[in-house]
């Protein structure tokens, strides 16, 4: 079975412009979450969605913002972009997003802001 | 607010000694708890999961455990290999947003041959 799949792989940005990161869970799962990893820290929760809901929201401009399709599948997208957003944005897939259930990581998409 | 830390923040060994990496969290309210590895560059491997009724994981050389009330786990690795080189992160969900996982700054696991 495939695990979580993000594409694309690698994006090269400049300030200012805008990105769409996508992300398919683990089949089954309906909850994707969102994460922003800059280098040397841990992830940083962005979103979480359950049945094209958002269930939570970290601390995290306006200027994020994503949505899930009927399908599950998600996009993060991130408007205005700063040099501060470069970082690995890491999708997770649960079954139904509750505290209880394990979370599967996707391979990440590294996004460089010049 | 949930603060999750590791300790060690690096740790370089020498093939085949047993090894413990430290997790604390300051609120003990938690349902689980997730460790995972992550290759440089890479996304997270999940190793393993140990609900908040349990003690302890195992699986192949990994041992992890949950002392909920002192607020630590630890994992355990028996037998370090040069392949086991990453960085270990642990995580607790929970907190003021649904299904939000709260990482610790992770472990760099060096095994040198």
């Known amino acids: 079975d495939a695990g979580v799949t993000q594409s694309p792989t690698h994006l090269i940005k400049t300030r200012g412009q805008q990105v769409t990161l996508r992300c398919s869970p683990i089949?089954?799962?309906?909850?994707v979450s969102w994460y922003q990893q800059v280098l040397g820290q841990g992830p940083q929760f962005i979103f979480q969605?359950?049945?094209?809901?958002?269930?939570g929201r970290g601390n995290f401009p306006d200027r994020f913002s994503a949505r899930q399709f009927p399908n599950y599948s998600s996009e993060l997208n991130v408007n205005a972009l700063l040099l501060g957003d470069s970082a690995l944005y890491l999708c997770?897939?649960?079954?139904?997003?509750?505290?209880?259930?394990?979370?599967?990581f996707g391979p990440g998409t590294r996004l460089t802001v010049l | 607010k949930q603060e999750v830390t590791q300790i060690p923040a690096a740790l370089s060994v020498p093939e085949g000694e047993n090894l413990v990496l430290n997790c604390s969290f300051t609120d003990s309210a938690i349902y689980n708890l997730q460790w995972f590895r992550q290759d440089p560059g890479k996304g997270l491997t999940s190793l393993l999961l140990?609900?908040?009724?349990?003690r302890e994981q195992t699986s192949g050389r990994l041992n992890a455990s949950l002392d909920k009330s002192s607020g630590r786990s630890t994992l355990y690795i028996a037998a370090s290999q040069p392949g086991d080189s990453a960085t270990y992160l642990c995580a607790v969900p929970g907190g003021t947003s649904y299904g939000k996982l709260t990482f610790g700054q992770g472990t760099i696991l060096t095994v040198h041959p």
């Open positions: 969605y359950y049945e094209k809901e958002e269930r």
């Open positions: 089949s089954g799962h309906k909850s």
């Open positions: 997770a897939s649960s079954f139904s997003g509750d505290t209880y259930n394990e979370q599967f």
């Open positions: 140990i609900q908040s009724s349990q």
